[in-house]
């Protein structure tokens, strides 16, 4: 009876485990196999291509392509800032409204999440059209201050890109802090106001160290989509072609070498040398930060 319980409940479990294997593992195990091959064509390149065994030369290829390891660089960099600016935004957010009532606080919640609802796409277009020079507003605004700025200038596309990714996700990042938040027995917080704690050291010394955990989620998937960043800075390079290149970032990279040269193989290649990055990089990064959060 045991027994037909428990394959009776993992059969709960099949839809899932089904989509997995297919959805990922499959597409995964095919990436791998793909980038254990290359593509020569023979001659000037008029005839047929034939597929051979390379073994680990892309990967090779990957690791001192220059442009591949800058835009890694260039990404990883970007988000040792960025992170950390959202994420102090989307507590000091969270703490705010939990020093609200329930009803105030939940409609501030929904509208602070609006801009999460915006599709990323949708999103950076509304962006780019308030950086614009020529219909945006912001440069009129600075111009009005005597401020003379150019969002689409070399020293200021990252910043661009930033303002416009923080915007977009703090409300998803402060509803998981906030929701940690509510967890916080109320008890300690009257304990500490008796013993003659004001706001902020309850903020500082309550509040804060109980979501740590919440602040490791919420870093831990922010550097999984950074490093994965593309739509931003591929609707930047249509109005800024100077500026964004086409190895901006590596999924910019993966995506060029996939569909416009053709080498689906290198492609395929710097898709699991760039998920290895990102596998080490929340590995380091919860390794880090689990220590204080045990």
């Known amino acids: 009876m045991i027994r037909s319980q428990r394959w009776k409940g993992a059969a709960f479990t099949l ?25 020569q064509r023979s001659g000037l390149g008029l005839g ?16 001192t392509d220059p442009a591949f390891m800058a835009s890694v660089l260039r ?10 600016v959202m994420l102090a935004i989307s507590l000091l957010l969270a703490l705010c409204l939990d020093a609200l009532t329930s009803r105030a606080a939940a409609r501030f919640r929904m509208l602070l999440l609006i801009p999460y609802m915006i599709p990323g796409v949708v999103a950076a277009i509304v962006w780019i059209n308030l950086y614009s020079p020529d219909v945006g507003p912001l440069t009129a605004l600075g111009r009005f201050f005597g401020l003379s700025w150019n969002f689409f200038a070399p ?15 703090i409300g ?38 109980r979501v740590r955990g919440a602040l490791v989620l919420t870093g831990m998937l922010s550097i999984i989509q950074m490093l994965q960043i593309f739509n931003e800075p591929a609707l930047f390079r249509n109005v800024t072609p100077q500026t964004v290149s086409d190895s901006f ?16 193989h290198y492609a395929a290649a710097l898709s699991v040398l760039l998920a290895l990055v990102l596998g080490a ?6 390794r880090l930060t689990s220590k204080e959060t045990d």
Request: hydrophobic letters at 50%; one cysteine or more.
């Open 15 to 39: 839809p899932f485990q089904l989509g997995f294997v297919f959805l990922y593992l499959v597409p995964i195990g095919y990436a791998v196999h793909q980038s254990l091959f290359r593509e």
């Open 48 to 63: 047929g291509a034939t597929v051979t065994f390379a073994g680990l030369d892309n990967y090779r290829h990957g690791l």
């Open 75 to 84: 990404v990883v960099l970007f988000a040792c800032v960025q992170i950390p």
């Open 155 to 169: 020293s200021m596309v990252w910043p661009s890109i930033g303002n416009l990714l923080t915007w977009h996700g």
């Open 172 to 209: 998803y990042n402060m509803v998981i802090i906030y929701a940690a938040l509510q967890t916080v027995p109320r008890e300690l917080f009257e304990a500490a106001r008796l013993d003659g704690a004001s706001e902020t050291r309850i903020a500082l010394s309550i509040k804060v160290p």
């Open 249 to 264: 970032t590596p999924i910019m990279i993966v995506y060029n070498q996939a569909f416009n040269a053709g080498d689906y």
């Open 281 to 286: 990089a929340s590995f380091l990064f919860y």
